[in-house]
Nanobody, 126 residues
Framework: QVQLVESGGGLVQTGSSLRLSCAAS????????MGWFRQAPRKEHEFVSG????????HYADSVKGRFTISRDNAKNTVYLQMNSLKPEDTAVYYC???????????????????WGQGTQVTVSS
């Protein structure tokens, strides 16, 4: 079992940057494939980015490619999402998620992730 806590959200203007953090606790010794999802009002969860256990493999949604960067610090059990050139359409609640401990591939489907944080709000004003 692993617990995830996101932080770093806020209200910013178009073109600004934010860095989200996701701290993992509990049974973290084996490492987990991690992902970031977001949910805008009245929309489904959307995959944003994912990273392998080692950090050597990353994946991004087309909508954020070139603007967002995912990374991880396994010594701190923390995953980051650096968000640059933010747009109003990036406004959403951002969730950190972890796949099951035996999973090794980055996945883009919500159902592939077993553990979820509570979410952090990101609001981008125009």
């Amino acid at each position: 079992q692993v617990q995830l806590v996101e932080s770093g959200g806020g209200l910013v203007q178009t073109g600004s940057s934010l860095r989200l953090s996701c701290a993992a606790s509990g049974r973290t010794s084996s490492g987990y494939v991690m992902g970031w999802f977001r949910q805008a009002p009245r929309k489904e969860h959307e995959f944003v980015s994912g990273i392998s256990k080692s950090g050597s493999s990353t994946h991004y949604a087309d909508s954020v490619k070139g603007r967002f960067t995912i990374s991880r610090d396994n010594a701190k059990n923390t995953v980051y999402l650096q968000m640059n050139s933010l747009k109003p359409e990036d406004t959403a609640v951002y969730y950190c998620a972890a796949r099951g401990v035996t999973r090794v591939a980055v996945a883009t489907e919500r159902r592939e992730y077993a553990y979820w944080g509570q979410g952090t709000q990101v609001t981008v004003s125009s």
